[in-house]
């Protein structure tokens, strides 16, 4: 194997060796990023959602207790309607929204029982702003129903709350392991980088040594004065070839003569 072809090879495997650092990094990191992404995607998305639904819940719950204080008042009611009616209309998209981002164990138990809580709630408040029966009894069926819904909210909060803090310390003691891992692999590849970079230096210099050297022998064994101080092993080869030649060319035209 000519020496072109293993400085080729040298200079390869170190290529080699850092495409394969790099590509191995890459690969840890987007798998901590995608664990990331998963846990904010599905998670945080359902404790915004029973975050609105609480906020809708609240101001649905305020305009039926502000409607069955002021009955008689048109003004007072017809805000208090329209207040109802805008945290209907938030309530049911994030639930709809919730039920749709089913990710957990007991998560649709919750949202199940959420939404049947929810459908008696509405027949309730609707009952009141009807007038329909005793408003105050209704009221009161009211408060234990929007108590209900809270504990229902509260249960797929939590439940993704103490998801979220499960996967972020899974995921943080996962990244300590990666963090190891890729410790170990960067100073395998360090070593094995500085492996080769010793090797062949010392190779090309150990072999070109040898041949000044031998050249400075030879020409010794030839009667050749050799005057060359330096450490320039090329030099010494080349000025070695140099008197060879010309010693050659003496020799060659003694023969002639």
């Known amino acids: 194997m000519i020496l072109k072809t293993k400085l080729s090879m040298g200079l390869g495997v170190l290529f080699l060796i850092i495409f394969a650092l790099a590509l191995f990094c890459s690969y840890y990191v987007d798998k901590l990023s995608d664990q990331a992404e998963g846990i904010l995607r599905n998670n945080y998305d359902s404790i915004v959602y029973t975050r609105n639904m609480m906020t809708a819940l609240d101001d649905m719950e305020t305009s039926i207790s502000s409607s069955v204080s002021n009955p008689d008042n048109k003004k007072i009611t017809d805000y208090y309607s329209q207040l109802f009616e805008a945290g209907k209309i938030e309530f049911d998209k994030n639930l709809k929204a919730e039920k749709n981002n089913i990710t957990e164990i007991h998560e649709k138990e919750y949202a199940e029982a959420l939404n049947s809580d929810y459908n008696i709630y509405l027949n309730l408040c609707e009952q009141i702003k009807k007038g329909a029966g005793s408003s105050s009894t209704n009221f009161n069926e009211v408060l234990p129903c929007y108590e209900r819904l809270k504990h229902s909210i509260f249960n797929i909060n939590d439940l993704n ?97």
């Open 161 to 257: 709350m103490q998801t979220v803090v499960r996967k972020s310390q899974a995921t943080k003691d996962e990244s300590v392991h990666i963090v190891n891992y890729m410790a170990v692999t960067v100073t395998l590849c360090i070593i094995l980088a500085f492996g080769y970079f010793w090797y062949f230096p010392f190779y090309i210099s150990n072999t070109i040594s040898y041949l000044s050297n031998r050249m400075t022998e030879l020409l010794k064994k030839s009667g050749i004065a050799t005057d060359v101080k330096t450490n320039d092993e090329t030099y010494v080869i080349l000025q070695a070839i140099k008197q060879l030649e010309k010693k050659l060319g003496v020799e060659g035209t003694e023969k002639d003569t």
